[in-house]
């Protein structure tokens, strides 16, 4: 069980990551990954700031990881998200998981991106033309987490 | 006088017009009642409402604290205010 948790501050390239990650677990049977992008929205999104907290960021994420590869009994899990400024386009979180079977595999990712997305320690603002605006949690937010119980 | 330091997370860092402070607060121990009062008197009264709000998480050195009645505030504590989380 092997987790690859990491915390950028600068633009990423998913598929760079990719290789390398299913080369290091050999014997897998399956691996699958989830990257999120910015999305230029119509009500014309120009940028995307994430910004987190040192102390609970990370190792949130780190618990995360370990969880998931426990639970969905993975080989390992590669998790990769954005802190800073974005711009549409731009890879903002990438989750991949290696197992020996696919249900395993894909469960995770899938409780990986709920999590991050809803239970992790980031807030987002987007730049519109009138300025920036935080982004709140949505309804389908907790009954996305609600799903795992 | 013991100081502490209050690190505002999401919206609450436009709320009190700061990424952080420190705060000024009386000697010993202090919870959450002594805390939203600096909050008020220190920074601004916006802040100090917003951080009343039962969505805004508490972490005291990194530990998240659902409890704010027990809260223990201690000199040299970092405590992050914590609004409804984004990520993904």
Redesign the interface.
Known sequence: MACDVRLLDHMFIPGTLIGPFTQAHPGLGGVCTFV?EVRGEQGGVEALE??H?E??TL?GMIELAETACARFDLMGMLMV?RVGMLRVGEP??CVSAAARHRRGAIDAVDYA?DH??????????EKRADGWH????RAEDRSDLARWQ | MSAIRV?Y???L??VAGRAESELVLPSGETGWAVLVAALESQVNADIAQASRDAKVKI?I??T?HTDRDGLQIKPGD?V?L???????
Do not use: C, Q, T
């Not at chain 1, 935080?134 to 949690?137: A, G, L, N, Q, R």
């Not at chain 2, 914590?82 to 993904?88: A, E, K, T």
């Open positions: 999120g994430l910004m907290y102390l609970l190792p998200h903002i979180v991106m991050l997305k809803s239970a992790a320690w980031f807030w987002k603002r935080w982004i709140e949690p | 690190v997370l999401g919206r860092a436009d972490a050195n990194g998240v970092e992050a914590l609004p409804p989380v984004s990520g993904g």
